[in-house]
């Protein structure tokens, strides 16, 4: 059974940085795509960046400059770093990833920013 654990999601002044780790766990032999999603309150997900097994990055307008994705594919992980946070990147974040067809998502994690 494949499993995706998200970490790092806080509460974060504007201007500050959170660090946010999907760790993927479970039979998996070839990931394909890998990306993070929001979700803010009343509205639907977005896809906030995405990288793939040939590390074409891809960023929401929204996030560009500010947020940079990357992957470990020894540990199978990716991480979102992410820098001048504002209020309107509070949102629930998800990890996804697809592997051979199949689309796998985490549970979320809670992201807050204050101003």
């Known amino acids: 059974q494949v499993q995706l654990v998200e970490s790092g999601g806080g509460l974060v002044q504007a201007g500050g940085s959170l660090r946010l780790s999907c760790a993927v766990s479970g039979s998996i032999f070839s990931i394909n795509f890998m990306a993070w999603h929001r979700q803010c309150s009343g509205k639907q997900r977005e896809l906030v960046a995405s990288?793939?097994?040939?590390?074409?990055?891809n960023y929401a307008d929204s996030v560009k400059g500010r947020f940079t994705i990357s992957r470990d594919n020894a540990r199978n992980t990716v991480d979102l770093q992410m820098n001048s946070l504002k209020p309107d990147d509070t949102a629930v974040y998800y990890c996804?990833?697809?592997?051979?067809?199949?689309?796998?998502w985490g549970q979320g994690t809670q992201v807050t920013v204050s101003s």
């Open positions: 996804q990833i697809i592997a051979a067809k199949n689309d796998y």
């Open positions: 990288i793939t097994s040939g590390d074409w990055i």
